[in-house]
């Protein structure tokens, strides 16, 4: 039994296809982790790397406290399952299941032991004398199960083991999945591009598209709180709707507008504090998101609602627990074709569809979902990036919420009222504003405190859990940016600070002692090229470069080495740079400096002026290999 733990796992194939990107997650002992995406999503290929059949081209994957990237398979203590069973046709099912532990030399006593509990765990014990081609498809896929489970592995591996199966066995083998995997208490990643089998089986689901993760989570947080239209779209049956829409902010309220329709309806703007003011101009197209159960065509929900469309039926499809009305709300659609404004209810048992009968939908408010229409990225995110609040600049002082903050130097710019972006990473325990914290919610291990100022909510990302009440909280300015008339009046002071530079290689001769006598040997030694400078290159950092870049092209290939503001420093020797301000946050004073192309901010308590020389801390430096844009350390 064991975690595993995926570390910036990247796949490029020999051809250049890029896979997998950027693969990141810790799996805990025991989870049923479920890798699900449409087909080339490259599920299969992060599987086969966990399982050592595919070669890792960037990243570190452990198994329990060991990295196993150069470990064969045979020794990584896992067993997997394939969609086509992959048994020996000439063998028994006993043999079959015994195979493996026989090649690795297992006393017989032990391999009789293994085979019938297996066997009994899967209730084939009485075809353990038969050969595969006697059995159903449902038992073959059970044997070579059970082949996987006498290993007793610390993980198993599952591709689309039920693919091959009919609908019916495939349900009824889904909970004898499930089952075994209560049963063995062992960690299972079972790989599927099946939403049903992902959502009934997985604890964690990692939702795949083109090589990139999309969302990892819990299928109901998947379900209730999708990440983007993607994930929105792909999880539940039927789709999601998807409207077309602008959002309107008039007071305390917002008036959402559905294109290609008359039909708007008003929100409270307190539901809708996590959306950025950008989009509530009326002008900026967003996705409006509402699965079928979040409308209703029950005419008392329609009376009582604020929320009401009109609907034009057009048919229905009945499924025994479900009745399914389609419509438009277009009163020019024809609610067969999948569009923007066709519309899909869950009338929750016998209704009566006359095509072509107008009538009137609630729709529920608390189960509303935005999305940008451009990146389809979730706009109303349950963790949202920035609080966004009016603010005004007078005389060099920042008026918010009814608070006046004097703007240390850096931040200082011209008397103006616009908006002020507060991440909510910015907020944090401290002694610059009394607020009432109104409730502490624990995100998938992420502490998002919603508290209120001014009347006003606003949200902090926090490391530690925070009570009820009041409190005091301290904002770090330097996160802050002000925007008046569509112009960034004050930036953010950037996080990231970024270098260019290559992986050196060189010969030298060095002095060693052996048995008490010196000599000279040849060594070759490996630097970090970092603009004009040259730092000793850390083993395990050049290791990882040589093995991802392959040892033919690492001392070509274009690096890109990133760290933060205070994992610079000042020193005698170093990176040639130019002292060309200061940036003063009061707390906090950074020195900003031209380094080439690039301009980076040093944390110093002391002025630094005109040429300097800059060294960064190694062993936090953030390595992508430019080409491919792979981040290898
Ligand atoms: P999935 O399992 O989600 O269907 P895969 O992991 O099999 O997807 O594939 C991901 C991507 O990698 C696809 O674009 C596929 O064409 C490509 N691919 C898979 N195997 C190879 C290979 N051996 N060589 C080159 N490209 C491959």
């Not at 792909?234 to 329709?261: A, C, D, H, R, S």
């Not at 539901?271 to 005419?299: H, Q, T």
């Not at 300015?477 to 008339?485: A, H, M, N, P, T």
Request: net charge negative.
């Amino acid at each position: 039994m064991a975690g595993l733990s995926l570390k910036h796992i990247y796949k490029v194939y020999p051809n250049g296809t890029k896979a997998v990107n950027d693969f990141n997650m810790e799996i805990k002992d025991k989870e049923f982790i479920v890798f699900v995406g449409p087909s080339g999503c490259g599920k299969s290929t992060t599987l086969r790397m966990i399982a050592g059949l595919e070669d890792i081209s960037a990243g570190e994957l452990m198994i329990g406290d060991l990295v196993v990237n150069d470990m064969e398979p045979k020794d990584r203590d896992i067993a997997m399952v394939f969609q086509n069973y992959a048994l020996y046709p000439h063998m028994t099912v006993f043999e079959n299941i015994a195979f493996g532990l026989r090649i690795r030399k297992l006393p017989k006593e032990e391999i009789n032991r293994r085979v019938t509990e297996a066997a009994e765990i899967l209730g084939i014990t009485e075809y353990l004398g038969k050969k595969p081609k006697e059995m159903s498809g449902g038992q073959r896929q059970r044997v070579s199960l059970g082949r996987a489970i006498v290993r007793e592995p610390k993980v198993m591996l599952l591709d689309e083991p039920l693919s091959n199966l009919d609908a019916k066995l495939r349900t009824q083998m889904r909970s004898e999945i499930s089952k075994l995997h209560a049963k063995l208490g062992t960690t299972f990643i079972y790989v599927t591009h099946d939403q049903v089998e992902a959502m009934t089986m997985g604890t964690r689901i990692v939702v795949m598209k083109n090589g990139f993760v999309q969302q990892i989570d819990t299928p109901k947080n998947l379900y209730n709180y999708p990440g983007n239209k993607f994930v929105a779209g792909f999880i539940g049956t039927p789709q999601m709707n998807f409207f077309e829409g602008t959002l309107l902010k008039k007071g305390e309220n917002v008036e959402i507008k559905f294109e290609y329709t008359d039909s708007a309806i008003t929100v409270p703007y307190s539901k809708l504090y996590k959306i950025r003011p950008s989009y509530l101009n009326g002008e900026k197209k967003v996705y409006i998101g509402l699965r079928c159960e979040a409308i209703s065509l029950d005419p008392k929900a329609v009376k009582t609602s604020k929320a009401v469309i009109k609907v034009r039926l057009s048919h229905k499809e009945e499924l025994g627990n479900q009745t399914l009305v389609y419509g438009d709300i277009n009163m020019d659609g024809d609610g067969y074709t999948e569009s923007s404004t066709r519309i899909i209810i869950d009338a929750k048992g016998e209704t009566d569809v006359e095509a072509g009968k107008v009538v009137e939908a609630a729709l529920d408010l608390d189960k509303i979902h935005f999305f940008d229409k451009e990146n389809e990225d979730c706009i109303l995110p349950r963790i949202p990036e920035y609080n966004y609040i009016d603010c005004e600049v007078k005389d060099g002082n920042l008026l918010f919420l009814g608070s006046e903050i004097k703007l240390p130097a850096a931040m200082q710019c011209e008397n103006c009222k616009g908006e002020l972006l507060i991440p909510t990473d910015a907020v944090t325990l401290g002694n610059d504003a009394e607020v009432d914290v109104v409730d502490c919610e624990n995100i998938n291990g992420t502490n998002l405190v919603s508290f209120e100022i001014a009347g006003r909510r606003m949200y902090a990302v926090c490391d530690k859990e925070v009570k009820k009440g009041k409190t005091k909280l301290a904002f770090d300015l330097k996160k802050f940016s002000i925007i008046s008339e569509g112009n960034t009046v004050v930036e953010s002071m950037p996080q990231v600070m970024t270098f260019n530079g290559k992986l050196l290689k060189e010969k030298i001769t060095e002095e060693v002692t052996e048995n008490g006598k010196t000599k000279k040997k040849k060594v070759v030694k490996f630097s970090l090229g970092i603009e004009d400078a040259k730092f000793d290159a850390p083993e395990d950092i050049s290791q990882k470069l040589i093995s991802a870049i392959g040892v033919k092209h690492v001392f070509d290939e274009a690096l890109r080495y990133d760290c933060g503001p205070y994992d610079l420093k000042f020193a005698d020797e170093g990176i040639s740079a130019e002292a060309v301000g200061l940036a003063d946050y009061g707390k906090e004073k950074f020195v900003i400096c031209k380094v080439g192309e690039h301009t980076v901010y040093v944390s110093s308590e002391t002025p630094v002026t005109g040429a300097c020389h800059i060294v960064p801390d190694i062993g936090k430096l953030s390595i992508v290999q430019c080409k491919m844009d792979i981040r290898i350390v």
